[in-house]
Nanobody
Framework: EDLVESGGGLVQPGGSLRLSCSTS????????MGWYRQPPGKQRDLVAA???????NYGDSAKGRFTISRDTTKNTMFLQMNSLKPEDTAVYYC??????????????WGQGIQVTVSS
């Protein structure tokens, strides 16, 4: 597997979880890393992304509650999720992408990890 995800599970509303995504050095060094999520019956949307320079971008649902980071010593990206709500329940997917502009974009996807927020 190119992307290995961990850290999902069941958490009560208001709780926290930290997702991890590990990959190879070759991918981690050149690709923007990010998390997407797909609730049941809905489309897959961006949660957060981080470039190799450390610039971050958050989806509206994540702003103020989630923090994305990357550890270059471990080739691992993290998503710290706080103040979780039931509507955060979804399958979360790790993504690595390299945008070639007009030529196209190269994407890697993880298998997905379930996050369930429920009392």
């Amino acid at each position: 597997e190119d992307l290995v995800e961990s850290g999902g599970g069941l958490v009560q509303p208001g709780g926290s979880l930290r997702l991890s995504c590990s990959t190879s050095e070759s991918i981690f060094s050149f690709y923007t890393m990010g998390w997407y999520r797909q609730p049941p019956g809905k489309q897959r949307d961006l949660v957060a992304a981080i470039t190799t320079d450390g610039d971050t971008n958050y989806g509206d649902s994540a702003k103020g509650r989630f923090t994305i980071s990357r550890d270059t010593t471990k080739n691992t990206m993290f998503l710290q999720m706080n103040s979780l709500k039931p509507e955060d329940t979804a399958v979360y997917y790790c993504n690595a992408n390299l945008d070639y502009g007009d030529i196209g974009r190269d994407d890697y996807w993880g298998q997905g990890i379930q996050v369930t927020v429920s009392s």
